[in-house]
């Protein structure tokens, strides 16, 4: 620490050379964040300083916050949804799983819950997390959890299942009203983490089921700060009812509040002012206008490889698009040393490029004319 302070120019500049070693989104294909809508940003500074870790402090903020999640329950087909706005997909599928423990009575070391295969890292930190065990389910051949699988995985000690609406690879969705069944045969708790799909399904031109119209549905994850065009941290946890929220309670001493729900304690009030703000600046026709761009470039890029005999190892469901290359590492690494960011699937090995807003035709036409010197 500096024995004197400095001033705004010297922090400015020194920030500002920090800043510009960061890569531009217009070079990454990569992510599933992107740049926020403008509107975001501005509310997202109005919000800096209130915490709804101590909401009677702050009973303005935390009204948006509920009204935040009004719009997310609204648009997953539960407008009198319960939950809360949480830091993203991480914090949501660790702690619906700590309200699926505490549902039931079990040793939690003997609990176990079964997933995809294809599930985000999240549920591995939650595992070591909460002392639960992970059972992966196989998937069919377009990538999808394979039901029978999962029921076979199944015994006395699961206490959730987990389905995914938009997997982070593929983008692909699981078949969500199947497993919904399986849930309600076994009297499971279900999960969807529809982190990424979740702003992107119900503004396509043939939404399929997903969300709480799905029987069985207990909670969903659905990232503003994803597909939602909102700041980071921007995340919600959504309950089928208020009582599955109150799983969480924990009594709190010194704040305005007696008990507490979020695994953080001090939490932004900017994550949903900016989710809040930015939804109601879109509402669903801007948001449909957004995923319909980025899906008909998806289908560019997807075009533009199989021209190039790259063939996706699923046609595209969402706007993520995969490719078969022999060495998807070394591609990587010589688009790498052209300045763009691809990431590379696991089984089976591919690249794997998001087609995020930032990613507009133009981008894609760069990125194939630099693929084509490389392939
Ligand atoms: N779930 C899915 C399907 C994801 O793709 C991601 C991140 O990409 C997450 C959860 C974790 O989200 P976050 O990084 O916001 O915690």
Same mark, same amino acid.
């Given at each position: ?16 050379e920090a ?19 403008? $509107? ?37 087909? &539960? ?5 809360? +706005? ?7 599928? $660790? ?63 699961? $206490? ?7 997997? @982070? ?54 990232d503003p ?29 010194? &704040? @305005? ?21 930015? +939804?109601?600046? &879109? ?26 005999? &790259? ?10 698009v995969t ?53």
């Amino acid at each position: 620490m500096w024995e004197t302070g400095g001033d705004d120019a010297e922090i400015l500049a020194d920030l500002g050379e920090a800043r510009k070693l960061d890569v531009p989104y217009s070079r990454v294909l990569s992510s599933m964040c992107t740049n926020p809508h403008p $509107i975001a940003v501005r509310i997202h500074q109005e919000f800096v300083n209130t915490n709804l870790g101590d909401p009677k402090l702050f009973p303005g903020t935390a009204a948006i916050e509920r009204r935040c999640i009004g719009l997310l329950g609204d648009l997953l087909h &539960l407008p009198g949804a319960a939950g809360y +706005m949480t830091t993203g997909g991480t914090e949501s599928n $660790i702690q619906a799983l700590r309200t699926a423990i505490h549902l039931k009575q079990i040793d939690r070391y003997r609990a176990n819950i079964v997933v995809p295969e294809s599930v985000h890292y999240s549920f591995e930190k939650a595992s070591q997390l909460l002392g639960i065990s992970i059972r992966r389910a196989k998937l069919d051949d377009q990538m999808r959890a394979d039901p029978g699988d999962m029921a076979s995985l199944i015994d006395r000690d699961t $206490i959730a299942l987990v389905a995914v609406a938009g997997t @982070t690879e593929f983008g692909q969705i699981d078949q969500i009203e199947a497993v919904g069944k399986l849930a309600q045969e076994y009297d499971l708790y279900l999960h969807v983490d529809a982190a990424f799909g979740g702003f992107v399904i119900p503004f396509m031109a043939k939404p399929v089921k997903f969300d709480f119209e799905v029987p069985g549905v207990k909670s969903i994850a659905i990232d503003p700060h994803k597909m939602g065009m909102s700041t980071i941290p921007s995340g919600g946890l959504l309950y089928r009812d208020e009582s599955l929220l109150k799983q969480l309670e924990i009594n709190v001493q010194y &704040l @305005t509040s007696m008990v507490q729900t979020s695994l953080a304690g001090t939490r932004s009030g900017a994550s949903a002012a900016s989710a809040y703000a930015v +939804m109601r600046y &879109l509402g669903r026709e801007g948001y449909r206008q957004i995923v319909s761009r980025c899906i008909d470039n998806t289908v560019i890029l997807k075009d533009h490889l199989i021209d190039m005999g &790259l063939e996706p190892v699923i046609d595209p469901v969402l706007n993520i698009v995969t490719a078969r290359v022999n060495d998807p590492q070394a591609i990587r690494k010589r688009l790498f040393e052209k300045s763009w960011y691809v990431s590379t699937t696991t089984h089976p090995c591919a690249l794997r490029m998001v087609v995020m807003p930032h990613v507009t035709e133009d981008v894609v036409q760069g990125f194939i004319t630099d693929l084509k010197t490389i392939v």
